[in-house]
Structures are given as structure tokens and as C-alpha cells.
């Protein structure tokens, strides 16, 4: 063999080393995740210029490192969606079928009940003789009579109270109210007695219009010796409409009302009574001092 021939073939296998080191370099570099070239597969050119189009050579972009251009990651951060707005209208109001009914404090009415005058239990007529006054309608025996005519609405009345001693210590008490009969004769329709004296202390008499709209009433103030005061309306023909029990008590009289005081523990309970053309009714109560309690007139 020539030494032309030689240098032939040393230079062929050179070539083939140099391939096949190229071929080992490019599978090492595509074992990080690029895909890989199987041994003595030619590389597809890569179009373009400066590229080259025999078969066993490669494109002068396949040599160097495959770089791949990252678009840069801009963080962004979603906000909240803005709050609902909220528009306060105009309160709501209530209807006329959804509103609370509204009450009226009706206080309670008063009656006669427990009076201390009560109707005689059998017919008591007596005569006031002609130029004598109502003094003469007193029963024998007792002092200290007092009476007085009363135009009371329907009827004229008289009130008569009188009392007798019965020992060093008692005073019996009688008190009266008569109604003519129209035969010139006094009829009695009501009456109180403590003959023995064991029950009251004394009696007072007060008139007024109390009901007014016409015609006179009579209040009578029995003062019971417990120290108790007991109060007696008299209305119309002669019926208690109005009887109080009052503990401690004051009473006073005007036209169109009776006020009374009645003691609740340490205060006083203040009731203003009138007449409604029908009814006596506690118009107005009221919780006072001690102090603010005036003189009973009764």
C-alpha cells in the first residue's frame, strides 16, 4: 500500500471519529430532557440561510446549546369585588291593620255597695208641724239635732243627724234623710244607728252639686272610732250611690267631683270620683304623700 493510500484512510477514519464523538456529545446533551438522536442518523438541516445541505453535516445552529426564551411571569393579584352599595330608603311604617291598638284606661266605677245608710226595715212617717222646721223630725229624747233642706235632683230631701248620751264614755249616733210623700208627711228612706255608741264617733254632713247638670247631693262622713272614715253619697229620691271605706281617710266635696284619701302603706292613694250621667267613676288615682293630704271636710 502506498503511503497516498494510507493517508487516505487514516484521514476516512478520522472523520468517522470525529462523527461519531459528535454523535455521543449530542446524545449526552439530549439526555436532560430533549429528545435523543440514534447513532449514524443524519440531522435534518435547518432552513435558512447558512445552512448545509449535505448529507453527514450539520447546520451551524445545531452545535451550540438549544436556549428557549422564557416570556417573563408578571405576578398579578385579583381584588376583591367591591362591595354591594346598600341605599337606606325611608323607614318602613306600619299599616293601618299592623299597628299596635291603642288602649284607653277605663278606672272602675263606684256603687253604693256597703253603705251605712241602709232603708228603714218598716215604714217611718213623721210630720214636721206647721212654722217648725226640720229640727221637729228628731226622735224624743235626742240632742244635738241637726238638719237642713236639700233640692236634690227629683226630689226634695232633708238630712237630719242626732245623738244621745249613753255613759261618761259613749255617744249614740242616729242619722236620718226623709222624703216628703206628698201627704204632707216625711217619709224616712234611709237611716244609720249606733245607739250604744260602740261604732262612730261623729258624723258630718257636707252638701254639693256633685253630679252636677242639676240638683244637690248629700255626703255624709261617718268617723268610725277605729279612726277609719266611711263615706256616704246620697243621689237623687234618696239612694247611696257612692260609698267609700277610707282607712286613715280624708274626704272633700266640690261641684262636679268627690276626692277622697285613703291611706296604702306609707302613702296616701288620692281618688277624684264623678258622675258621667250614668255612672260615678274614679276619674283620676293618684299615690301621694302623707304630707299632701288636706283636712277631710266630712
Known amino acids: 500500500m502506498t503511503s497516498a493510500r494510507r493517508n487516505i484512510l487514516a484521514g476516512l477514519a478520522l472523520v468517522v471519529l470525529l462523527v461519531g464523538g459528535l454523535v455521543v456529545w449530542r446524545q449526552v446533551q439530549g439526555g436532560s430532557g430533549s429528545s435523543s438522536v440514534a447513532t449514524g442518523t443524519t440531522l435534518a438541516p435547518v432552513g435558512g440561510a447558512g445552512s448545509l445541505g449535505s448529507a453527514g453535516s450539520t447546520a451551524a445552529s445545531d452545535t451550540a446549546p438549544t436556549t428557549i426564551e422564557l416570556l417573563p411571569v408578571i405576578a398579578t393579584t385579583t381584588a376583591p369585588p367591591p362591595a354591594p352599595v346598600v341605599t337606606a330608603g325611608p323607614a318602613p311604617t306600619l299599616s293601618a291593620t299592623t299597628q299596635p291598638p291603642s288602649t284607653t284606661t277605663t278606672l272602675p266605677p263606684v256603687t253604693g255597695s256597703g253603705a251605712v245608710l241602709t232603708p228603714p226595715p218598716a215604714l217611718d212617717e213623721r210630720v214636721v208641724p206647721a212654722g217648725a222646721t226640720c229640727t221637729s223630725l228628731a226622735d224624743d229624747g235626742w240632742m244635738g239635732v241637726q238638719c237642713a233642706v236639700v233640692h236634690a235632683k227629683g ?98 266635696s266640690a261641684t262636679g267631683q268627690l276626692d277622697t284619701w285613703t291611706e296604702t302603706g306609707p302613702s296616701y292613694r288620692h281618688d277624684t270620683i264623678s258622675f258621667d250621667g250614668s255612672t260615678w267613676r274614679v276619674v283620676a288615682t293618684a299615690s301621694v304623700a302623707p304630707a299632701s293630704v288636706p283636712p277631710s271636710q266630712l
Open 155 to 252: 226630689a226634695t230631701l232633708i238630712w237630719l243627724t242626732e245623738t244621745q248620751p249613753v255613759s261618761a264614755s259613749a255617744v249614740g249616733l242616729r242619722a236620718y234623710v226623709f222624703r216628703g210623700n206628698g201627704a204632707g208627711k216625711e217619709d224616712v228612706v234611709l237611716r244609720a244607728a249606733d245607739d250604744q255608741g260602740v261604732r262612730f264617733s261623729a258624723v258630718r254632713v257636707k252638701v254639693d252639686s256633685i253630679a252636677a247638670g242639676g240638683g244637690q247631693d248629700i255626703v255624709f262622713g261617718f268617723h268610725g272610732q277605729d279612726q277609719s272614715l266611711s263615706v256616704d253619697l246620697v243621689h237623687g229620691s234618696g239612694v247611696v250611690a257612692v260609698h267609700e271605706d277610707l282607712t286613715h281617710g280624708s274626704a272633700r
